[in-house]
């Protein structure tokens, strides 16, 4: 037997020796890593909710911010929040940008369905903001405040107005006067403007004055354009003498809806409609006004028009359907840009269409990106030709217009500076040539979309088509945004009334840099797309606005926020918060609580935030802890144990403070901003571990710190 065959059989035998006896485990102990050991001690603690002691607590929210479709889709977040949080609050879906359409009407389909989703879980839902300087519908609201353009027909008028340029009436009846149909000197819709004022008093019979006759061709349409204004909110309609029917309904301001009547107020509203169902070769027009105690109707005398649409014009625009209601007709090129037609409402003033131009990035040369407009023969040489267009852009920037050939040679217009809000240009240069055969943009200068509408060439030697711009006035301004507040505050309130019992009213009022004053846009450059601040246009009263408003359209027991950030890092802010929560309640308004943002790290002062919260306390006011999350003072790549057990206790410090130095009947409650660590690629605080859970959904340091605070204090 050799050597390896030993070796086996002796193997062997072991092996059937050994498998007779009984199996014995080896006896050791290995210990759980302590890492192990502390993540299953934090999974253990039960939900957070749970240790809010609700007999002695019975109106504190523990609340989490969390994005509309996190919820509705009913993952993850949807669970985390229902098992933890008492309320939830959307960072952005239920603000004006979010619901405010370019119309002014609001789309509230997600937000009725995320309120409709909560209350079936059985969770609060906190209105968050309803006035902000941020996240605005920012064109909407300018688009109020824009001017109102007026460009006189390129015809002849039909309508003889010489009784009211001389003021004597002559051809015209004054068939019920009211209190007085006079001309009205300066009261037009610019300097030296004469108006029709037309005086109410309350009499039974409306307010009627008859223009003279007005000879027609019966097979042709005719526009009427009227511009109207009142003091105080009017009511009327024009109806006819020598129509088949004369009081036919009428798309009195081309919105597509016919109407029987049209209102008036503050502001100049143009009238503007065709008729063509003549009963014989004239007609007279009747401005019917309700006869309202107290209205006042002006009417301006110089930009009143009847005229034949068939007929001959006096000037003929160069650029057809420069309005782009129909179309463009223009061409372009280069750099990678994209061109069209916007969707109606996204014109100037927030009405109908636009053309636009999207440019990714600058060029080396400003003539490598164009739009170029074909003219039906060449131009004049010689001759001067007036270039006028409305202009805006998603940011600051330049743009070149000129006449050109196909030769490339032109006329250039020079640099049009471009802004994010609409501007009216108005420039001349004069053919050189007889070879000019259409007008090009360049837009390589410009990086971002510029929006151009109501573009007007003509030679300067043509009569008529002038452009009149007419401001609007502050009182105009306060008028109109104070309407568009009311249509927001009506609308949001009456959609969460069911389920939204609080709600931040006023967010972020105070500035930074002059904490008792309130924040202004005013010379700020570069605003972002959404910035837009009431303030500048209301006053110091527009907080007092929205808390009646918001008092008015929600329930009568709901609690009312104004809330700001910084508090605890800036108490001089503070105090200026609490000064002008004074003096809101000193001008009729009620402030039921004061909300405290809370954005810190572990490195903010702990001697301040506790000032802060005696100061709050001690106006007696509800006091809530806004939007509380907190960093470390680095990225989550690099953040160690030590970062996160500090955090933890900061946050522990803050809840104990909270509960130690507001009063119980003071305290609406604490939201946590951030649930879980900011990914890289949010918007807010990115790449921060801000959170009590990791991105991963996995408890941190700081679930625990917070389990234990409220365990301990809300009790």
Not at 186 to 195: E, K, P, S, V
Not at 311 to 329: H, Q, R
Not at 675 to 698: C, H, K, M, N, Q
Request: net charge neutral.
């Amino acid at each position: 037997m050799n050597q390896l065959h030993k070796i086996a059989a002796g193997f062997i035998a072991f092996v059937v020796i050994t498998s007779c006896n009984k199996y014995k485990g080896l006896e050791f102990n290995v210990d759980k890593p302590e890492s192990v050991a502390v993540q299953e001690d934090i999974d253990a603690y039960p939900a957070l909710k749970s240790y809010i002691n609700r007999v002695a607590q019975p109106g504190f929210k523990l609340g989490v911010a969390l994005g509309l479709q996190e919820y509705l889709d009913k993952g993850v977040k949807y669970r985390l929040a229902n098992r933890n949080f008492d309320e939830i609050v959307l960072g952005y879906e239920m603000k004006h940008a979010a619901v405010v359409k370019a119309d002014g009407s609001l789309d509230l389909v997600k937000v009725n369905s995320l309120l409709q989703t909560a209350n079936a879980a059985g969770m609060q839902v906190y209105g968050h903001a309803l006035m902000w300087h941020a996240n605005q519908n920012a064109g909407y609201l300018k688009g109020l405040l824009t001017p109102l353009v007026v460009t006189s027909p390129a015809y002849a008028n039909d309508l003889s107005l010489t009784g009211l340029k001389d003021k004597s009436f002559a051809g015209w009846n004054r068939a019920v006067a009211g209190a007085g149909i006079s001309i009205a000197d300066g009261q037009g819709m610019r300097t030296g403007n004469g108006a029709v004022k037309l005086i109410s008093d309350g009499g039974a019979a409306d307010l009627q004055l008859i223009s003279p006759g007005i000879t027609v061709n019966k097979a042709h349409k005719y526009e009427v354009v009227m511009y109207i204004r009142s003091e105080g909110a009017g009511e009327g309609r024009i109806s006819f003498e020598g129509l088949n029917n004369n009081t036919p309904l009428v798309d009195w301001t081309r919105s597509g809806t016919p109407a029987a009547t049209f209102t008036t107020g503050i502001s100049w509203k143009e009238i503007r409609f065709t008729i063509n169902d003549f009963a014989a070769g004239n007609f007279k027009l009747h401005f019917d006004l309700k006869n309202k105690t107290g209205v006042t109707y002006y009417i301006d005398v110089n930009n009143l028009y009847v005229y034949d649409t068939q007929g001959t014009p006096m000037i003929n625009n160069l650029v057809a359907n420069g309005d782009f209601e129909s179309g463009s007709g223009w061409g372009g090129w280069g750099g990678g840009s994209s061109r069209g037609v916007t969707a109606d409402g996204m014109g100037v003033g927030n009405k109908g269409k636009a053309f636009f131009v999207t440019n990714p990035a600058k060029t080396a040369n400003y003539w490598e990106v164009q739009t170029s407009y074909d003219f039906a023969a060449p131009l004049e040489n010689g001759a001067t030709y007036e270039l006028s267009f409305w202009v805006k852009g998603t940011a600051p920037g330049t743009i070149r217009p000129e006449l050109q050939s196909t030769n490339y040679s032109s006329n250039g217009y020079g640099q049009v500076e471009v802004t994010t809000e609409w501007k009216l240009v108005s420039i001349a240069t004069t053919a050189t040539a007889a070879d000019r055969t259409r007008l090009i943009f360049s837009y390589g200068e410009f990086a971002g979309t510029v929006y151009i509408d109501d573009v007007v060439l003509k030679n300067a030697r043509a009569t008529g088509g002038n452009t009149t711009v007419v401001e609007k006035t502050a009182a105009e301004k306060k008028y109109l945004l104070t309407e568009a507040l009311d249509k927001w505050m009506s609308g949001m309130v009456g959609a969460g009334k069911s389920v939204v019992k609080a709600w931040d009213v006023v967010n972020e009022p105070m500035d930074d840099g002059n904490p008792s004053e309130l924040k202004t846009g005013v010379g700020k450059p570069n605003m972002a797309t959404d910035e837009f601040y009431w303030q500048d246009y209301l006053g110091k009263d527009y907080a007092v606005t929205a808390f009646k408003m918001a008092r008015q359209y929600g329930n009568a027991g709901d609690l009312h926020f104004i809330n700001d950030y910084n508090l605890e890092y800036n108490l001089d802010k503070c105090r200026g918060l609490i000064a002008y929560v004074n003096y809101i309640e000193s001008k009729g308004a009620k402030v039921d609580g004061i909300g405290t943002q809370m954005h810190i790290d572990i490195s903010s002062s702990k001697e301040k935030i506790a000032e802060m919260f005696k100061l709050l306390a001690a106006t007696g006011k509800m006091i809530k802890v806004s939007e509380l999350d907190m960093g470390v003072g680095v990225k989550t790549t690099v953040a160690t144990a030590e970062h996160y057990k500090a955090q933890a206790e900061m946050y522990k410090y803050v809840i104990e403070k909270y509960f130690e130095l507001i009063p119980a009947k003071q305290r609406y409650g604490i939201t946590i901003w951030s649930p879980l660590d900011s990914p890289v690629s949010s918007f807010w605080r990115p790449g921060e571990p801000i959170g009590l859970w990791t991105e991963a959904y996995v408890r941190k340091t700081a679930y625990a710190a917070v389990a234990q605070a409220l365990q301990a204090n809300a009790k």
